[in-house]
Each structure stands twice: as C-alpha cells, then as structure tokens.
C-alpha cells in the first residue's frame, strides 16, 4: 500500500451548501476585511474566527497589498478597527521598511486609534515597539490639536500620554510642546462636547442648540442624538440645517442614516434627503438596472451586539440608491419585486417584501436572466443554497456584505465588497472609463 500519495482537496462550499469559488490570499483577505466590523459575529462566523482569518491571510500577502488595504478600508470604507488589525500584521511584513510608519500615519485619523493600536499590539502581552511603530505613531500624533487629544483623552489600559512617552515625538514647535505637556500631564483644559457639556449639568436643549449653531457637532453626533434633541425640543431649523448640510459626513456610512430615522422619525424627510445626496454626487448609469437584494434569514444578523441595524438594513441602503432606470427584486425562498423606491421608502419595502427564510440565489439570477436589463447588481451575503448561474448582463456585480470564508460572487462577477456607498461610485467610476475607452 502507497500512503505518500496526494489527496485532491473537497471544492469549497459557501455555509449553506452552495459551491463556493477558490480565491486568493488577496481575495480571501478583501473579503474578510472590507464588511468586517472587527470583533463582532455574523451570522455564520463569530468575530474571533474573523479577526484570525484577517491575520493569517494579512501574513501570506506582499506588505504593499496590506498596507493599500488598510488604507482603502480606512479612508474609502470608513472602518475603524478592521485597519488597525491589518497594520499588526504590516510590522511583520514590513519590517524594517518606510512604508510600516507612512501607513501607521495615514490610517490612524482619531486621536483614540493611537491607543487602540497600542492596545492591540500588546493583546498577547508587552513587548517592544518596533522602530517603523514609533516613527509612524509619532507621525499621526502630530496630526492632532488641543480638542481633538482632549476628546479622546480617555482612561483605559493605555492612555494617549503612554504612547506620547513611548514614541518620543518631536514637537514641530513650542506651540505643540505646550500642547503635548498638557497631554503628558493630562492637564488638558475639556473639550467642548455635547458628553461633556451634559454631564455637568447643563440644559440638553441649550447645550444641543449652542453646539449646533457654532458648528460644533460633528455629523455622526448628530445622528445619533436626533431622538435626544426631539425629546429636548431642540429648534428643528438648526436641526433641519445641520443634516442638510452634511458636514463632516464623508465619514458617514449610508445606514447610518437609516438608523437616525428609525430612532427619529421627525425628522426622516431631512434624513432620506441627506442620504440621496451622499451617493448622487456623480452620473446616473446608463440603461436598465435590475437590483437583486438577499432577504435571507441570514441577512437579518445584526451588524454588531449594541446596534439594532442588520446585513440586511446595509443591503436594503445601498439598494435603495442606486442611481439610474432600476427595477428591484428580492430573494430567500421566493423571487419578488418591490417598487424601485428610493430612500427610506426603498429599505422598507426591501425589507417588508417576504419573509426571510432560504437563500436561493441561482434561482434568483435565473429569473432576472429572463428581463431585459442592461446590468444586474447583487447585494448579498453569498451564502446560496444552489449553484449561481452566469449572469445574463455583460455588466454584472456582487456586492457581498459580509465577511465569511467563502462566497459564490467571482467568475464572471464583478466582485466587490463592504457597504459603504464606495461600491457604487466605483460602478459609476469603472463604467465611465470603459465608455471612454471603447469610445
């Protein structure tokens, strides 16, 4: 008997049975990354088998592939955590070289992830910083004035004064060296926020009121505290004026909005507008679009343990404002179109469409393959029961908005993950340069 022989391995399978497509390490680490809100379980894999997957993958890719990575994840899909992990694993490939500090640098941008990366590079104990961290948490400490380090000045197992003290940054002036005295100090004068204002005692719709119409509340407090201003009977023109002008909310993921309406629904026709606007910046796209949104049970897991928005409230946003001659459908076990509404009347009628059970995305593509369309865009998590046709459309795409092992979304797909509305000006950017360049 021969036993050093070689043993074919079984093809991948998504979680529901479905075959799955082989990727590489890049694909397989995007994948992972780019729907990953670091730590938290999806409905198939818990955060911890996520996060090691992030790691393992980061490892077995050139520096330069992780380093792009974090900074995309960061500065184009507005993820905090996710980033942090790819730059421990950028120390080790990276080792030695500029590009460790110049991304370190580039994808800290709060004051708070400077301890939280420290935090993380000492998860399995203290150890040495390595020189390329020093040079790169010296960096993006600079970046940062007397509010920003107040606000983020927080107790915890590492405080911004250890990394201060353990990067030796240089200040740029005495202007600066004041500042970081302050920091090593913790001297520094509070910050004006609306936290801070109301836990001493001040007056919530006065305190609401005065930081909004000094332009002090960035957006994401803003939304988040919509039910707490309509409570305090904060004036609605400030309000009104503040979602409308948006700033500050590129950094501002599109369910956010979603979730600012369900608590608030005072103020939802402000809030659907802000969102359409977040997205309808560029060109509508050209011909008819058919818009597949998985309803599936799986769909229904929420995005993280204190939120109560799910898979499926991410989907149902990008969805709703896709810009353009759309028709939507929805699919579990059955294949139902919705009325192409935009907006929060969109998401509820993605949502509300049937229940949420299987998830037979085959049959799914098969059905659209039959309507005249131009381009089908997919939003799902990729975990079919049945095997997925080629896509009828020539302009085909998955956008996959979770983080497990495998899916069904390569081939002839255009593959793209997260759910930031990225995914869709890439569509828009992508198709726009093909037009020109067959023109």
Sequence with gaps: MRLNIFAPRPPPLTHEGAPAVVLTAEQALRRSVLSCLLWEDEFYEDGQAIADRILALALEVPAATTAALAI???????????????????????????????????????????????????????????????????????????????????????????????????????????????????????????????????????TFERLLAERKLGYLALLRNLRNMDQ????????????????????????????????????????????????LQGPVLAGRTIVLVDVSGSMDARLSAKSDLTRLDAAATLASIVPGDVRVFTFSNQVVEVPARRGMAGVDAVVRSQPHGGTYLGKAVAHVNRLPHDRLIVVTDEQSH????????????????????????????????????QVLRFIQAQEAFAAEFTG
Excluded: C, M
Excluded at 148 to 163: I, N
Excluded at 248 to 277: I, M, N, S
């Design 386 to 421: 049945d095997q997925v046709p080629p896509p009828r459309a020539a302009k085909a795409y998955l956008l996959n908005v979770a983080s497990a092992r495998n899916g069904v979304g390569y081939g002839p797909w255009t593959h793209l993950d997260g759910f930031s509305e």
């Design 72 to 206: 995309e994840a960061r500065e184009q899909f507005k993820l905090r955590h996710a980033p942090l992990l790819l730059l421990l694993a950028l120390v080790r490939t990276g080792r030695g070289t500029a590009l460790v500090s110049q991304t370190i640098a580039r994808v800290i941008q709060r004051a708070d992830e400077l301890s939280e990366f420290l935090a993380l590079y000492w998860r399995g104990g203290r150890k040495p910083l390595a020189k390329q961290v020093k040079l790169g948490l010296a960096q993006a400490f600079g970046k940062f004035d007397a509010y920003q380090l107040a606000k983020y000045d927080r107790e915890g197992p590492v405080k911004l004064r250890d990394v201060l003290f353990l990067v030796h940054a240089k200040p740029k002036d005495e202007a600066q060296a004041a500042l970081w005295k302050q920091v090593a100090e913790r001297t520094l004068p509070s910050p004006d926020t609306w936290e801070v204002a109301l836990s001493g005692g001040a007056d919530k719709r006065e």
């Design 232 to 279: 305090a009977g904060v004036d609605e023109a400030l309000v009104t004026e503040a979602i409308l002008a948006r700033r500050g909310a590129e950094r501002v993921l599109p369910f956010r909005y979603v979730a600012a309406a369900r608590a608030a629904p005072r103020f939802e026709p402000q809030l659907d507008q802000a969102l359409a606007e977040a997205v």
